[in-house]
Structure formats: structure tokens, C-alpha cells
């Protein structure tokens, strides 16, 4: 089953990296290394700062577009990964062990490879 971990970030949680950002990658590193030779790592990529995101509604069929995401957020997508694996308690795990877990939240989704008819 796939899974798609959402990273999760806010500013303190960015203060956080940039204050340790050698660990940190490190720690990224290990964990994508150790998901690539297992076969569990299927994709991921990070996602440009929230500054540079655009949130569409359609209401009574107008678009509405307005810079950033919902204002009240203080936590944003920050990127995401997607894995293979047997269980979501394995998918968990794998997200338990990404930095963003303590420094901000994942969340973990299974995806859907087929839509029901």
C-alpha cells in the first residue's frame, strides 16, 4: 500500500532546522538512504515556502484567487514523501522518525490507486 507523508512546518519549526541544519540533513539522509535500498521510498519532493502559494475557491462559479495559503494557518505543507509499505503502522513509524515530527507534525495518508466506480 502507498502511503503519502505530509511534512508539516511553521516558523519556529524552520528557526529549529536552521539553527542544527547539518543534524538535520544528516538525519534526512540516513532515512532516505535506508527507504531507498528497502524499496520503500516511491517519491518526494520539499514544496516552495507558503509565501509563494496561490488558494483558489470557486463560489457560485467565480474563481476567487488569493496569494498564500488559508491566513489563519500558522503550520504549512511543507513537502512530502511518498512510501511503500505493508502497514500504516510502518508508514507511521517512517514518519515518526522524520525531524519534522518533533520540530512541527506529518501526516500520513493512504493514497488511493484506484477511484471506485
Not at 28 to 51: N, T
Not at 91 to 111: G, N
Request: hydrophobic share 40%; glycine share 6%.
Amino acid at each position: 500500500m502507498k502511503y503519502m507523508l505530509l511534512i508539516y512546518s511553521n516558523p519556529a519549526s524552520q528557526e529549529a532546522i536552521a539553527g542544527s541544519v547539518d543534524e538535520v540533513m544528516t538525519e534526512v539522509d540516513a532515512l532516505m538512504k535506508e527507504l531507498s535500498e528497502s524499496g520503500e521510498l516511491a517519491g518526494g519532493q520539499a514544496l516552495a515556502g507558503p509565501e509563494t502559494s496561490r488558494t483558489v475557491r470557486v463560489r457560485d462559479g467565480v474563481p476567487a484567487v488569493t496569494d498564500g495559503p488559508f491566513i489563519e494557518a500558522k503550520e504549512y505543507l511543507a513537502g512530502y514523501l511518498i512510501v511503500e509499505c505493508d502497514s500504516v503502522e510502518r508508514a507511521t513509524e517512517i514518519a515518526a522518525r522524520w525531524p519534522d515530527a518533533r520540530l512541527c507534525a506529518m501526516e500520513v495518508r493512504p493514497i488511493i490507486d484506484e477511484v471506485p466506480e
